[in-house]
Every structure is written in C-alpha cells, then in structure tokens.
C-alpha cells in the first residue's frame, strides 16, 4: 500500500498525493530515452561508415560544442532535479521498471519521482494486482515503435498487437503516414479478391525493398489466412512466410513476390531495417478478446503460437481500464 498522505511531513514539499502506477512507468520511459547527444553519436558514427575518419572526428566535435558536451553553449541541465531526494528512502515506495531501451531496470520513486539505478533499501516488489493493472494496460500506444524493434530483432519474433478500436484506427493512420513503415491493410480481405490481393503483394514488397516496418492490420476482421490466403494459389501473392520471423529472408519466397519491376539489377533486395507487426482490435469492450475470438486467432493466423502479443493503450483506454478495474 502507498504512504498516507497525512504520514508525509509537509516541510518535504512533496505532492499530496503519490504518482500513480501506470504514470510512473511512463515517466521512466520518457526520462530514460537517449539524450540528444547520443541521438547525435549515434548518427555521426553512422555517417562514418561512409566517410573518411577525420570528416566524423570534425563533425562530433563540432556537434560537441552546439550541444554543450565540453561546458559551453546552452545549460542543457536548467531545470533538471540533481541528486536523489534522501527522504525518499525513509517514506514512499519504490517501484522497478525497464528503462526506455529495454536492457536494465531502473527504479523510480512514487512521491518524488526519483530516479535510480541502483536499488534503495526500502524497495519492495509489486504486489499481484499491480501486475495484472500493468499486464492489462500494455504499453502506451506513443512507445509501441520500440517494442516492435524490440521483440522482432531482440526476441526474433513477430509481435502481434491489440487494442481498442480507437487505438488500432490511431495505429492504422501511423503506419500508413510514417515515412519507415509500410500499411498492408488486410482487413480488405474480409472478401477475397485479386485486387485486394495484389495491393497486400506491393505492401510486402515495398516493405522489404525499402527497409520497413510492414504492419498487417486486421482491425476487427480476421481474414481466413490458413485456409483461404496463405495457400498454394496465392503463394506468388500471400505467402504464408510473411508470418513467420525471417520467412522473407528466404530468397525462393521473395522471388515469387517481386515482379520484373521490383528487382534492382535483376535481385530481389531485402534491406536492413524490415520487420513484420499484426494489429487485431479487441472485439468488445473489456480491453480483451472473446473466447470465441481467441481461438480465432489461433485457427486463422499462420504461426500465431509463436508470435508475441502486446497490448497497447492510449490515453482514454488507461483511464478506463484503470476505473473498470478499480470497480
């Protein structure tokens, strides 16, 4: 259980209230995310791999110096809460989540939001039904681009994703505008047709040429891909590789795929930077599937049993969730 609020002295100055779960394990995403001058590190040690050694010494010095890496320019740190409040360790509670980058835990203060790596004396894990608060909410919908690098490159499998109605049309509209993915939308193939066939085969294949993200989105339609698509008759169109992890690495499948004006000097090229993610929307208003739904998903999608499933929450999904649990 939390601090009263009445056990806090005021003199702390800390807030009336403690944070709540759910916010605090988005607050150490945001604060655990690259800083500028590793996003920039990043970048210019990229670049150096086509350019001459003392090109990328010049440019990161001089991106040391804009970003204040050698004590000038602008106070990058005004604002910013030095050092960890020492009451925290006596009142409040802290919690343990994974950092922005999913490869260590980080603890965070619930009152004062401080964060650390190394764990306080008066840590104390979270109880049942937290767990189940979190494993129901997700990930927010804002930091599910990471967590689909995450689990296709890190965990070698397709992450398949669910959500609210609002969340999935939110996600649609994400996949179709951002310049890195791709949008297959197979909710088209509620009935199937060439046409229908034929803009998912171009999906795939600007996917895999370009390095993108192909997210398969189904909504609330779960086309017969077992039994109706991912077959012989379609396999130069929708092969049922697309659901399996490194299935369109496989040179054979994307010969069927690509056509005489998809290949770069006569090659079906694959580029660094492909992934594959599936969007299903809950079918009702629980946050949750069916048991009708379910085995759907396991009958109609190839590979379902190895896939990983993420759910994902915007803002009104948390509110709701979190009352509907509450009640």
Same mark, same amino acid.
């Given at each position: 259980?939390?601090e009263?609020?009445?056990?806090?002295?005021?003199?702390?100055?800390?807030?009336e209230?403690?944070?709540?779960?759910?916010?605090l394990?988005?607050?150490?995403?945001?604060?655990t995310?690259?800083?500028?001058?590793?996003?920039?590190?990043?970048?210019l040690?990229?670049? +150096?791999?086509?350019?001459?050694l $003392?090109?990328?010494?010049?440019?990161?010095a001089?991106?040391?110096?804009?970003?204040?890496?050698?004590?000038?320019?602008?106070?990058?740190?005004?604002?910013?809460? #030095? *050092?960890?409040?020492?009451?925290?360790?006596?009142?409040?509670?802290?919690?343990?989540?994974?950092?922005?980058?999913?490869?260590c835990y980080?603890?965070?203060?619930?009152?004062?939001?401080d964060?650390? +790596?190394?764990?306080?004396?008066?840590?104390?894990?979270?109880t049942?039904?937290?767990?189940?608060?979190? $494993?129901?909410? *997700?990930?927010?919908?804002?930091?599910?681009?990471?967590?689909?690098?995450?689990?296709?490159?890190k965990? #070698?499998?397709?992450?398949?994703?669910?959500?609210?109605?609002?969340?999935?049309?939110?996600?649609?509209?994400?996949?179709?505008y951002?310049?890195?993915?791709?949008?297959l939308d197979?909710?088209?193939?509620?009935?199937?047709? +060439? *046409? +229908?066939?034929?803009?998912c085969?171009?999906?795939?294949?600007?996917?895999?040429?370009?390095?993108?993200?192909?997210?398969?989105?189904?909504?609330?339609?779960?086309?017969?891909?077992?039994? #109706?698509?991912?077959?012989?008759?379609?396999?130069?169109t929708?092969?049922?590789?697309?659901?399996?992890?490194?299935? =369109? $690495?496989?040179?054979?499948?994307?010969?069927?795929?690509?056509?005489?004006?998809?290949?770069?000097?006569?090659?079906? =090229?694959?580029?660094?930077?492909?992934?594959?993610?599936?969007?299903?929307?809950?079918d009702?208003?629980?946050?949750?599937?069916?048991?009708?739904?379910?085995?759907?998903?396991?009958?109609?999608?190839?590979?379902?049993?190895?896939?990983?499933?993420l759910?994902?929450?915007?803002?009104?999904?948390?509110?709701?969730?979190?009352?509907?649990?509450?009640?």
């Amino acid at each position: 259980m939390a601090e009263a609020a009445d056990e806090i002295p005021k003199d702390w100055g800390w807030p009336e209230a403690p944070y709540q779960l759910e916010d605090l394990q988005e607050y150490v995403l945001k604060i655990t995310q690259p800083t500028q001058q590793e996003k920039w590190d990043h970048q210019l040690e990229a670049r +150096a791999l086509d350019s001459k050694l $003392e090109d990328f010494m010049e440019e990161k010095a001089f991106a040391n110096l804009m970003l204040n890496k050698e004590g000038t320019g602008e106070d990058k740190e005004a604002g910013v809460h #030095k *050092g960890i409040d020492p009451n925290a360790y006596k009142k409040g509670r802290w919690y343990r989540f994974l950092n922005h980058k999913g490869d260590c835990y980080v603890y965070v203060h619930n009152y004062t939001r401080d964060v650390t +790596a190394a764990r306080p004396g008066n840590f104390t894990d979270l109880t049942e039904e937290e767990k189940k608060r979190l $494993e129901k909410l *997700g990930v927010p919908i804002r930091d599910l681009p990471r967590h689909i690098e995450r689990v296709y490159d890190k965990e #070698k499998q397709i992450p398949i994703i669910y959500g609210s109605e609002e969340a999935c049309e939110a996600l649609k509209s994400f996949f179709f505008y951002d310049t890195y993915s791709e949008l297959l939308d197979a909710s088209k193939l509620k009935r199937i047709n +060439a *046409g +229908a066939l034929e803009a998912c085969r171009t999906a795939m294949v600007n996917a895999v040429k370009h390095g993108k993200t192909l997210c398969i989105y189904m909504g609330d339609v779960l086309p017969e891909f077992r039994e #109706k698509i991912c077959i012989s008759k379609y396999r130069d169109t929708f092969p049922s590789a697309i659901f399996q992890h490194g299935g =369109m $690495e496989v040179d054979s499948v994307r010969e069927k795929i690509f056509r005489d004006e998809d290949k770069e000097a006569g090659t079906c =090229m694959i580029r660094k930077g492909f992934r594959v993610c599936i969007v299903v929307m809950y079918d009702n208003m629980m946050y949750t599937f069916s048991s009708f739904r379910k085995e759907e998903l396991q009958q109609k999608i190839p590979n379902f049993e190895n896939m990983s499933e993420l759910r994902c929450y915007n803002d009104d999904d948390k509110k709701k969730i979190l009352e509907q649990m509450r009640a």
